[in-house]
């Protein structure tokens, strides 16, 4: 992976509030979206990252200084 992932701002508030502990019921209620679209953020944003857990994706985030 290297510093160029293009994120969209709902995807970057997404990672925001999985960094902060949330679910996806509870991403979907906060942003007004159905869970089925938070979980297919949630996919797309685990391909951007090459990451395959939440945690990966949280480090990465950091390191790009989303988060």
Known sequence: MDNTISLTPREV?????I???A?????AS?????????????KRILDKFEA???AEVIRKAIELNLI
């Open 52 to 54: 395959s857990t939440s």
């Open 13 to 17: 508030s997404i990672i925001r509030l």
């Open 30 to 42: 906060e942003l007004g979206l159905n869970v089925e679209t938070v979980k297919w953020y949630r």
């Open 19 to 21: 960094a902060q502990g």
């Open 23 to 27: 679910k996806s019921p509870g991403i």
